[in-house]
């Protein structure tokens, strides 16, 4: 199993700066760790995690995305999550999970996010 760096860190200033927060259904957690990542038909590989939320996150990936593409996340603890890319700009892309992250789930995933 990897072992991934998660910390709670500030936006960082080459970050596309998520959308305002009254215009979203649940709040982003700022990030920034290392996660794996893969789209289909590709091995998996390293991405920088920025934000998430339950509904999805903002990524830092050398990976060339597409909108619309599917990819599966792994996320410390848990199971591979699978979400389509939504944006894409340059190296960043937002992406929605397929299925919304419960409450419970999100709030253990923010958990170790600020355990370090």
């Known amino acids: 199993m990897d ?8 936006a960082r200033t080459d ?6 927060a009254e215009a979203r259904r649940h709040a982003r957690e700022m990030t920034d760790a290392r996660i794996g990542m893969r789209k289909r038909g590709y091995p998996r590989t390293k991405a ?7 509904t999805g996150f903002r990524i ?12 599966f996340v792994y ?3 848990f199971q591979p999550l699978v979400a389509k890319v939504v944006w894409r700009d340059g190296f960043l892309a937002g992406c929605r999970f ?7 789930i999100y709030d253990r ?3 170790a996010v600020r355990r370090g």
């Open 98 to 104: 397929d299925t919304p992250i419960s409450d419970y």
């Open 60 to 71: 830092d990936s050398a990976l060339n995305l597409a909108e619309g593409e599917t990819v």
């Open 15 to 20: 970050a596309r700066p998520p959308e305002p």
């Open 3 to 10: 072992v991934i760096d998660i910390s709670i860190g500030t």
């Open 75 to 77: 996320l410390p603890g």
């Open 48 to 54: 920088d995690l920025t934000d998430i939320s339950q």
């Open 109 to 111: 995933l923010v958990e």
